[in-house]
């Protein structure tokens, strides 16, 4: 699309809200709902499982069906966080929101999954001194024109009152996308991707980590690694939704 066009488009979607918000509409389907305010999804999305509820990994709060407390990646790889939560299950409805928020510019939805997010840090009683959203190439953030994990973090930061750092941690070099790829084969394309900008600042503080998404854990966890390299006390995640596992083959 020629950028004449995109505008255009951003334009009629700006009237459109002016005269229709989103406010009323289910954050996931557009649909209407009655009280945006407490449940700002409707009910068919919620009967689609999109909470990640129920039982979950103690670590990566991914959803697990086998009764255990620990899911496989956690009981096996080296994890360099404390824990993770994600109000979300990364499904259909949820994934499309998510994509809009990424490619998109559907950054309505910002503040209002943000404030989710926080409350879930809240119930979870995370402990930290700064948040840091996970960055994105700066040829990713000027295409895109934005950084949606710095936008989460940011409205975080302001209803917390926590710090965030934009800048603490770099990502310097483009990694290929890491879509089908495993774990072992994501943190080989991550390794040496990411950089601390100020090591000395980050010993014995604490930190929340934000992302869009958690897939596999793989960046969350270089991220976490880099800051535990430098001493940080304690590092949290949170993400708006948390990929199930796949299956063993
Ligand atoms: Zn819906
Ligand atoms: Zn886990």
Redesign the pocket.
Known sequence: MNKFLKFLNLTKDWILEQIFPSKAKCLFCETDVPDFDNMPFCEHCLESNILNEGTR??????PILDGNQ??D??ASKHKHFTKATCPFVYQTQVRRAILKLKEDHALYLVSDLAKIMVKRISEENFKFDYIIPVPVHEKTKKRRGYNQAELLAKEISALTGKPMLSDLVIKYRMTKSQKFLSYEERQRNLKDSFSLTDKNFVKDKSFLIVDDVITT?ATVNIVAMLLKKSKAKEIYVTAIARNPLKKKK
């Open positions: 990994c103690k670590f990566c709060d991914v620990v899911c990646f956690c854990c």
